[in-house]
């Protein structure tokens, strides 16, 4: 069984910085694609990194050299370095791994407030 658990979430203030981290077992995590994506309140689920098998990476726009996605396939785990936090930024952060299927963690909330 699959299971991927996010971690790392909190309250930042704006300019302040995050780590999240998210750990899949019962499978090959090496094969799969991780990524990150993020839901605020009211809006669509939306990319915000990705990283392939051969560490191939993308970003959103709107995170492009403040966000830094990584992972250490020896640990099974996918970090999301986040800095330079903006309001804008708030939202439930969500953890997948994608191969021939999708898998989703639970989910972890980053709010970013003064």
């Known amino acids: 069984q699959v299971q991927v658990v996010e971690s790392g979430g909190g309250l930042v203030q704006p300019g302040g910085s995050l780590r999240l981290s998210c750990v899949v077992s019962?499978?090959?995590?090496?094969?799969?694609?991780m990524g990150w994506y993020r839901q605020a309140p009211g809006k669509q689920r939306d990319l915000v990194a990705h990283?392939?098998?051969?560490?191939?990476?993308r970003y959103a726009d709107s995170v492009k050299g403040r966000f830094t996605i990584s992972r250490d396939n020896a640990k099974n785990t996918v970090y999301l370095q986040m800095n330079s936090l903006k309001s804008e930024d708030t939202a439930v952060y969500y953890c997948?791994?994608?191969?021939?299927?999708?898998?989703w963690g639970q989910g972890t909330q980053v709010s970013v407030s003064s």
């Open positions: 990283i392939t098998s051969t560490a191939t990476t």
């Open positions: 019962g499978t090959i995590f090496s094969i799969y694609t």
């Open positions: 997948n791994a994608k191969n021939v299927r999708d898998y």
